[in-house]
């Protein structure tokens, strides 16, 4: 099945951030999990991913090899998704069971095929892992060797028009998340030069997000976020 990326307005060799939401399964139950993840198109009905070894999304995509792209216009979701390990904050919201729907794909070639994908997405794209590869990264931590999975694509669900691009405070939002995770790596390999940048780049996002003052998703995210990294 070949997509043409445009119908949910995707461009090839572009990097996108999504949610991904993978599964493990324990005798019938599925138990989904969500992170917030770059992926790129690098054919119409391919996509590439590179999830860290000691994620939850790596995991899961090695055991069973199955992973469903959410496109969400909520950027509170993000923050949800991707700043976990709040168990002891009662009051924050989280991911749970109830956050899910499920989505059965029959195929020639397999078994029933169950997805779990977010409530709040207004279209997701259903994917089987075709290949592995090791590459190595390089970034501000020095060079890993990760794995990019290579994903096709088996089914895609549009649940209404959306296209929406973030505004100035959603975009900031979203990069204060990624910036919030980054972060506390750099503080678990005590990289004190490191720490101070991203902290430094975390507080000016804050102060302009706060300035905007009129997102309530991109608010809740930054108070999220402050929480996360324990300001």
Not at 16 to 22: D, F, K, M, Q
Not at 195 to 202: F, Q, V
Not at 207 to 221: D, E, H, S, V, Y
């Amino acid at each position: 099945m070949i997509i043409d990326p445009e119908d949910i307005g995707l461009r090839k060799h572009y990097l996108y951030e999504i949610l991904a939401t993978t599964f493990s399964k324990i005798q019938e139950n599925f138990i989904p999990n969500t992170a917030s993840m770059g992926i790129r198109v690098i054919d119409y009905n391919i996509f590439s991913i590179l999830p860290y070894p000691s994620t939850t999304t790596f995991n899961n995509l090695k055991k069973n090899r199955y992973l469903t792209i959410n496109f969400v216009d909520n950027v509170y979701l993000y923050a949800i998704a991707s700043l976990k390990n709040l168990e002891k904050n009662k009051n924050l919201e989280n991911l749970t069971a109830e956050s899910y729907k499920f989505y059965k794909i029959s195929d020639n070639t397999e078994n029933d095929i169950i997805f779990p994908y977010l409530k709040g997405a207004w279209a997701t794209i259903f994917c089987k892992t075709i290949d592995e590869i090791q590459i190595n990264k390089k970034d501000n931590f020095g060079n890993t060797f990760i794995s990019e999975f290579k994903l096709k694509v088996i089914y895609i669900k549009k649940f209404k028009e959306s296209f929406k691009l973030f505004n100035r405070a959603e975009n900031l939002a979203l990069e204060t998340i990624i910036l919030a995770t980054r972060l506390i790596k750099a503080n678990e390999i005590r990289d004190k030069v490191l720490s101070l940048e991203y902290k430094r780049k975390i507080e000016d996002n804050i102060q302009q997000i706060r300035r905007f003052g009129k997102n309530p998703n991109a608010l809740k995210a930054i108070e999220r976020v402050e929480i996360f990294i324990g300001k």
